[in-house]
Structure formats: C-alpha cells, structure tokens
C-alpha cells in the first residue's frame, strides 16, 4: 500500500471551512484514498473513501486530483466537536483482506 | 445497536501475568480487527482476521495471540505481559471482501503493564 504525507497539525476557526491535505504520490490505480479521524481517547470514525472522482457525504467532501497524488479532505463548516487527529490512508479495495494501516495523522484544532 | 464491544475498557497487569481482551461485533462483519495504540502515535495492527477460521499477523504480532472464537467474536491474548504492552487496544470489524465502506471501532481497553 502506497504511503501517505500529512501535516502533523492545523489550527481552524469554528463555523469557517476545514482543508485538511494529504499527499500520495506514489499511489496506484486500484488503491483508493479513505479517511478516518480519532477524537481524543474514542475509536477511530470512518469518514469518507474516493478511488479519482471526488465524494461527499454528510460529514465531509473529499477532493482528488486529477494525477492522484493528493487529495484534500474538507469538513465545510468545522465545530469545535471536529477537533480530532485526521487520518489519510490508501490501500487496495478488496482482495484477501481490507486490512487497514493507519500513520500519525493530522492534528486539526478547531478554535472558538 | 452496539457495533463492536470491547471488554474490559481498563486494565492493570504485573509483569509475567497473562490475559485475554475480549471483542463482539453484532453487525454480521466478516473480518475483524486488534489494533494496538501508544500516546502521540498512529495505530498498529497487531493481528486481524478476514473471515471466520483465519487469522494473520499485522504490523506488531509479536508477544500476543488471538483467537476467532466464530463470527461475532475475536480475543486477543497476552501470554507474559511486559510493560512495553501498556498501550491502549481497539478492536475494529468490517464487512470484508468485496465490499468495505469503512471499520467499525470499539471503544477501546487501556492496559497498563507494572
């Protein structure tokens, strides 16, 4: 599985949008881009995957672009409850196992 | 709807003793899951199973073992625990292969090895 480059932390005001980045650069054409985040001390919550078009759900967007080798994860109007260490891993889709390797993340720190 | 259960959430241990951390899911998932996370740091998959009867090292198998007791439920044991095991453990499920939309997460135990 293709490796991940995230921020270690980013600050972000509350009610204002939340862009939280990821580069891939090594990624590969059956690997999709899933993230997760982990709230202090909780279990990681899945948030949203894209293999090249770019998603949306009720938490958050997730912007591909077009080489595949970064992505953006958007939560559109971020609340102190989204502070949380933001995960972005890539794997294959299937096969044997959907084992999942998480990094370090990224802190977000939403202020009031 | 429980989603994954993880039992016990907290644990102390003496050094050489054994235990065993307990996981249910009641979603029907076909695999599942024992991460291992120490403070500031990423999680590490210690073992996992991708269907009922199998099971296979992850990153950091070395020092536990697990058991797939049958669908719902996957241990995972500590035969000698040592202080570098104070961690705090999650169990995780999904629904396997083919299809994934994401882990479910237990709520975690946190052991600590005197």
């Known amino acids: 599985d293709a490796k991940t480059t995230q921020p270690t932390s980013m600050d972000c005001a509350e009610g204002r949008a939340a862009n939280l980045p990821c580069n891939h650069s090594t990624i590969s054409g059956n690997e999709y881009v899933y993230w997760y985040r982990q709230i202090h001390s909780q279990g990681p919550q899945y948030i949203i995957h894209?293999?090249?078009n770019n998603e949306t759900n009720e938490m958050a967007s997730l912007i591909i672009t077009e080489d595949r080798k970064s992505s953006t994860l958007i939560l559109p109007h971020a609340t102190l409850r989204d502070t949380a260490v933001y995960y972005c891993?890539?794997?294959?889709?299937?096969?044997?196992?959907?084992?999942?390797?998480f990094g370090t993340g990224t802190l977000l720190a939403v202020q009031p | 709807n429980a989603g994954v259960t993880q039992t016990p959430k907290f644990q102390v241990l003496k050094t050489g003793q054994s235990m065993t951390l307990q996981c249910a899911q009641d979603m029907n998932h076909n695999s599942m899951y024992w991460y291992r996370q120490d403070p500031g740091m990423g999680l590490r998959l210690i073992y996992y199973?991708?269907?009922?009867?199998?099971?296979d090292k992850g990153e950091v198998p070395n020092g536990y073992n697990v058991s797939r007791l049958n669908k719902r439920e996957f241990s995972l044991r500590l035969e000698s625990a040592a202080p570098s095991q104070t961690s705090v453990y999650f169990c995780a499920s999904s629904e396997g292969t083919g299809r994934f939309y994401g882990y479910t997460f237990g709520s975690g135990t946190r052991l600590t090895v005197v």
């Open positions: 199973s991708a269907s009922e009867g199998t099971t």
């Open positions: 894209g293999l090249k």
């Open positions: 891993i890539v794997r294959v889709r299937g096969g044997a196992t959907n084992k999942l390797i």
